[in-house]
């Protein structure tokens, strides 16, 4: 799969909740075990979630969910996800890398 092939592009980010604190986990190792957990809730039964697993092809991550997942991302983290950077995401490795950049930035 190509870069850009990921996620659909246009997915406009959502306004926060307020519900709970923005996350700040700094370790890549419990960013990934967090991010993979809110994937989880989308992807297929029994899908094997690793750095490598595509969001389209292997995790079956359509452009509406792919559209919850990035504002429970934002919600969770406290961070806001640039729609040009979403068509990009093509792994969740991908996508844990994009929030790990974007938490470092908020600093």
């Known amino acids: 799969m190509s870069a850009g092939a990921g996620l659909p592009q246009g997915i406009a980010s959502g306004g926060r909740s307020g519900h709970a ?3 700040t ?6 960013l990934f075990a967090e991010i993979a957990e809110l994937v989880r809730r989308f992807a297929p039964p029994g ?3 690793e750095r490598s697993s595509e969001l389209t092809s292997d995790l079956s991550i359509d452009s509406v969910q792919a ?3 990035v504002m429970e991302i934002e919600d969770r983290y406290g961070i806001d996800v640039p729609v040009n950077e979403i068509a990009d995401l093509v792994t969740l490795g991908d996508l844990v ?3 790990a950049r974007q938490l ?3 600093g």
Do not use: H
């Open 21 to 23: 604190p923005p996350m």
């Open 25 to 30: 986990t700094a370790d890549p190792v419990q």
């Open 47 to 49: 899908a094997v979630l």
């Open 67 to 69: 559209m919850d997942l």
């Open 97 to 99: 890398d994009l929030v």
């Open 104 to 106: 470092a930035q908020r």
